[in-house]
C-alpha cells in the first residue's frame, strides 16, 4: 500500500521561473506526476506561477493561462511560494530573482552554471542567512548525479582529481573528428544542422561553459570558493585533423576536459581548475564517451575511481536533476530542516595555469638536417622539461619531430614552446596538446 499524505499538510506551492526547453518539460512532468511525487515529498506540489518572457508563445503545455506571467519579480515575492525553480539561466534578472526569493522565504532550485560559477557565495550567503536550501544539481552535467555525490555522499572521502567531459557539443565535435578523420570547421557546421551545436556556438566551443562547471566541480570537490575567473580556459576551435590522427598514432584520443586537481606546493595544499583539448589514453573511461554523452572521472584517497555517465544536456535529462532537487527541498521544508550549505572551509589558494602538472604532446616543423633533434632536446632540458618519446614523420623540407615529455610544469613547457619557435631550424610548432589520463 503506498504511504497516504497527511491530509493537514499544505501543498508546496512551486513558482517555475523560465518556460523553455528544461522549464516546460518540468511543468509537463509536475503536472503529469503530481500525484506520485506527492507521496514522495509528503505534500502536494502546486505549480503556482511560471514567469516566461513572452506569454503568447505556443507551447505544448495543458495549463491554465492565468498560471503564466511576465511579472517574474511579482511572482518570487508575493509571499507564499515555497520553492522557485530558475531555469532562465544567464547572470541578471537570474540573481536578483533568486536573492529576492531567499528573502522572502522561498527555497531555490537554479540550473544556471554561470551564475553559480561567478557569483555563487553570494547566492550561498544569501541562502544561509535566510536557512533555505539552494539546490543545483542541474548545473553541470544535466541528468548526471554528480554535484550531490560531491557534496554529500563523498564528504567524508578526500578528493585528488575530477576529469570531465562537462561539454556535449564539444564532445560531439571532437567524436565526430575522429571517427570520419574530417576538420572542426566542417563537423562544427554539421552539428549545427543536426542542432548538437547552437547557432552562436561560442559558449560550448570556446570553452565558456565547460569553465562554468568547472569552477563549481573545483569547489564541491576541494571546499574552496572556486570561479569562472580561476579556471584557466582553451577552447577547441584549433584542434586539427592531424591532432587527431596523432593521438591515434600514440593510442589517445581527443576530448575537451575540465579538470580540477589539489596540487601539493611548497606552501601547502593548493588548487587548480582548467578547461582544454587533451590528449588521453584509448583505455582511459573517459575515451569511451561518445557522442554528446557527458561523463566525470573523480579519483579519491578512499572511494578510488569512480565514473558517473550519461546525457548531460536536454529538457528531459536536464528537468530529471532540476525534479529530483526539487523533491529534495520540498522534502526538507515539510520536515523544516535545511540541507548543506556551500562548504568553502578549506579555502585553499587557487593555482594559474602556470603551475598546473601534465605531459605534453609537441609537434615541431624543423630542417631535415644532422644535429636538429639535439638542439630541440637542448632547448626542452633548459626548462627542465624531460622527454618521453621522440619521433620523426616525414623528411626533408615536410619533416616533423614528435614529442611527448614526462610530466612538467605548465610554465616551463611554455617556456620550452618559446625558445624552440626562436630557433633557425624550427620552422613551426605546430601543435601543443596536454597528455592526461597515463598512470
Ligand atoms: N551546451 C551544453 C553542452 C549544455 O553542449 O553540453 C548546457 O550546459
Redesign the pocket.
Known amino acids: 500500500m503506498s504511504p497516504s499524505i497527511d491530509a493537514s499538510e499544505r501543498p508546496l506551492r512551486v513558482a517555475l521561473l523560465g518556460c523553455g526547453v528544461v522549464g516546460s518539460e518540468v511543468a509537463r512532468l509536475l503536472t503529469r506526476d503530481a500525484p506520485e511525487l506527492a507521496r514522495r515529498v509528503g505534500a502536494p506540489l502546486e505549480l503556482a506561477g511560471i514567469a516566461v518572457r513572452r506569454p503568447g508563445r505556443e507551447r505544448d503545455l495543458d495549463l491554465p493561462e492565468d498560471l503564466f506571467t511576465t511579472d517574474a519579480h511579482a511572482l518570487v515575492t508575493r509571499g507564499d511560494i515555497d520553492v522557485v525553480v530558475e531555469v532562465i539561466g544567464g547572470i541578471e534578472p537570474a540573481r536578483e530573482l533568486i536573492l529576492a526569493a531567499l528573502e522572502n522565504g522561498a527555497s531555490v532550485v537554479t540550473a544556471n552554471?554561470a551564475l553559480l560559477a561567478e557569483d555563487g557565495g553570494q547566492l550561498f550567503e544569501a541562502a544561509a542567512k535566510a536557512e533555505r536550501d539552494i539546490a543545483f544539481e542541474a548545473a553541470v552535467a544535466?541528468a548526471i548525479p554528480i554535484v550531490r555525490p560531491l557534496l554529500e555522499s563523498l564528504a567524508g572521502d578526500a578528493i585528488h582529481r575530477v576529469l570531465g567531459i562537462?561539454?556535449?557539443?564539444?564532445?560531439?565535435i571532437l567524436d565526430a573528428m575522429t571517427t570520419h578523420g574530417s576538420g572542426f570547421a566542417e563537423v562544427l557546421e554539421e552539428a549545427q544542422r543536426l542542432g548538437?551545436?547552437?547557432a552562436d556556438p561560442t559558449?560550448?566551443i570556446e570553452g565558456f561553459?565547460a569553465a562554468s562547471?568547472a569552477a563549481i566541480l573545483a569547489s564541491l570537490s576541494f571546499h574552496t570558493r572556486v570561479v569562472i575567473g580561476d579556471v584557466h580556459r582553451e577552447g577547441i576551435t584549433d584542434v586539427t585533423a592531424a591532432d587527431i590522427r596523432s593521438a591515434e598514432e600514440m593510442g589517445c584520443v581527443v576530448k575537451q576536459l575540465a579538470i580540477c586537481e589539489k596540487i601539493e606546493t611548497p606552501d601547502g595544499p593548493a588548487v587548480s581548475a582548467r578547461v582544454h583539448p587533451a590528449m588521453i589514453p584509448e583505455s582511459h573511461p573517459l575515451a569511451s564517451v561518445r557522442g554528446?554523452y557527458?561523463a566525470v572521472f573523480v579519483e579519491s584517497e578512499s572511494a578510488g575511481q569512480l565514473m558517473f555517465y550519461g546525457p548531460?544536456?536536454g529538457g528531459a535529462p536536464t528537468a530529471s536533476a532540476v525534479l529530483g532537487d526539487l523533491v529534495s527541498v520540498a522534502r526538507n521544508r515539510v520536515k523544516k530542516v535545511w540541507g548543506p550549505g556551500e562548504s568553502t572551509h578549506a579555502q585553499l589558494d587557487v593555482l594559474d595555469i602556470g603551475r598546473a602538472r601534465t605531459r605534453y604532446h609537441v609537434q615541431i616543423d624543423v630542417d631535415d638536417r644532422a644535429g636538429v633533434l639535439s638542439t630541440v632536446a637542448q632547448a626542452f632540458a633548459e626548462f627542465d622539461v624531460s622527454i618521453k618519446t621522440v619521433r620523426q614523420e616525414g623528411h626533408g623540407s615536410d619533416a616533423q619531430l614528435v614529442i611527448v615529455t614526462h610530466e612538467a610544469q605548465d610554465a616551463a613547457l611554455d617556456a620550452t614552446v618559446r625558445a624552440l619557435r626562436d630557433l633557425d631550424m624550427v620552422r613551426d610548432v605546430s601543435s601543443v596538446m596536454r597528455v592526461e589520463g597515463v598512470g
Do not use: L, S
Open positions: 552554471k544535466g562537462v561539454n556535449g557539443t564539444t564532445n560531439f548538437y551545436a547552437e559558449a560550448d561553459d562547471k554528446a557527458n548531460g544536456a
